[in-house]
């Protein structure tokens, strides 16, 4: 893999638009994506995934929601764990971002 060419991606889906604590287990439950809601994903040159992370465990906050602007905060604590066993955990992390329609 050239270094250089590396991208990462960090995917949360489904988040629920209510102020609160959700644990991610929930979350899966709820919404049926493969592994989980959060989703790491390693790219080699832009589009080959070199590596990729599913939620396992952890819980995601939403701290603030404005559905007047569609403008969502909060923070997430979460471990992933690649096909072959690896971990990846993201911990006091934090998000505020406008939703889109996608």
Not at 79 to 85: H, Y
Request: net charge neutral; hydrophobic share 40%.
């Amino acid at each position: 893999m050239d270094q250089c060419m590396l991208t990462q991606q960090l995917y949360f889906s489904g988040i629920p638009l209510a102020v609160g604590r959700h644990n991610l287990l929930s979350l899966i439950k709820c919404n049926g994506v493969h592994g989980g809601s959060v989703i790491f994903t390693l790219l080699d040159g832009g589009d080959v995934i070199a590596v990729e992370f599913f939620g396992q465990t952890g819980w995601i906050e939403v701290t603030a929601y404005n559905p007047a602007i569609r403008e969502i905060e909060g923070k997430f604590d979460v471990t992933l764990k690649s096909d072959k066993g690896e971990l990846m955990r993201f911990s006091q992390g934090a998000f505020k971002t406008k939703l889109t329609n996608q």
